[in-house]
């Protein structure tokens, strides 16, 4: 048996150097000692579950990420995507397997133009925090392909970073360049996933896995799904088609069936990180749940609220036999 999960770490960054002067945008402990204690944290979860290969997200370098797997017990491969956001958090990958044919991905496939992400014009052509795809080889002579993403948030950020308006039109406005980002995001995931999937996926194993910013019937997660039906709980599920060889399936239904969710928002729980997985891999699936409800409250006005909690989403993790 073989556990695959996906984690946003929640600004898991190193102390700022030395003199550097403080910066309320940028990602950064306040000190060795809240750096110290956020590691020994996130490691004691990820011991706790015990993955094998692990997506996480909102980490501030590939050095914060050797410092948690130097906490793990046993050998780890790590790597981190060479994309941050302008915060400094990026997507990486921790795993007991090495990574084989590491793949960035940040511009946005052919043929989709820039999208608009401010009052005064300003395009991107690029996602906002870079994908990230490894190989790994769970057995020998078996290649899993996965696939590690943070669509942008739908916690809304106005002019002068603030977090909060009373102009309606404006808070109207950046919702929908928030949104235009996250669907062309997921377009160029889907892409991604094409690419691994090569049109084969009754066979080859794929996975995308990360915090998609949306619950599993948004507009934006259902791009990532590729032809339409047959999704988890439907009428069509049992039944193959034309389709399954570049669909993929939420593991969502199966999480929020027992109850879970990954993160709370407004005092409400939600589920708005996703494991994704290709037709091959539904038959060796085995189970799927949300790691821990001890989780904080979001708020939309202070994302970045202190709390006592490890991060402020929970680790999503399945079990395969590979």
Not at 61 to 87: F, I, M, N
Not at 212 to 229: C, E, K, M, S, V
Not at 232 to 255: C, K, M, S, V, Y
Request: charged fraction near 20%; hydrophobic fraction near 35%.
């Amino acid at each position: 048996m073989s556990i695959i999960g996906t984690w946003n770490l929640e600004n898991f960054c190193r102390p700022l150097p030395p003199g550097s002067p403080p910066s309320p945008t940028r990602c950064a402990a306040a000190d060795d000692a809240a750096y110290e204690a956020k590691v020994e944290a996130l490691a004691g979860v990820i011991n706790e579950i015990g993955p094998d290969l692990l997506g996480v997200q909102e980490v501030g370098s590939q050095e914060a990420l050797d410092d948690l797997v130097a906490k793990l017990p046993g050998t780890w491969h790590a790597t981190v995507s060479d994309h941050p956001d302008a915060r400094g958090i990026r997507v990486g990958v921790i795993s007991r397997w090495p990574l084989l044919d590491i793949q960035q991905r940040i511009n946005f496939p052919g043929h989709l133009g820039p999208v608009q992400v401010e009052d005064d014009g300003t395009t991107i052509a690029e996602m906002g925090r870079g994908g990230l795809a490894v190989r790994v080889e769970p057995a020998p002579g078996k290649s899993l392909r996965v696939a590690v993403c943070h669509l942008k948030s739908k916690l809304l950020t106005f002019p002068g970073n603030q977090h909060s308006t009373h102009d309606e039109g404006l808070r109207a406005r950046y919702a929908a360049y928030a949104l235009f980002r996250r669907g062309a995001e997921a377009v160029t995931m889907r892409a991604l996933a094409d690419e691994l999937l090569q049109g084969d996926g009754t066979h080859r194993d794929v996975i995308v896995l990360g915090d998609f910013n949306d619950d599993w019937q948004a507009a934006t997660t259902q791009i990532l799904y590729g032809p339409p039906g047959s999704q988890i709980g439907t009428g069509g599920f049992d039944h193959p088609d034309q389709g399954d060889a570049e669909r993929l399936w939420n593991l969502a239904p199966r999480i929020l069936k027992e109850g879970g969710y990954s993160r709370i928002f407004e005092g409400q729980p939600e589920l708005i990180d996703h494991i994704i997985i290709s037709h091959s891999l539904l038959t060796k699936l085995q189970e799927v749940h949300t790691a821990t409800n001890k989780l904080p409250t979001v708020t939309g006005t202070q994302p970045a609220a202190p709390h006592d909690k490890p991060s402020d989403h929970s680790p999503v993790v399945a079990t395969f036999n590979f």
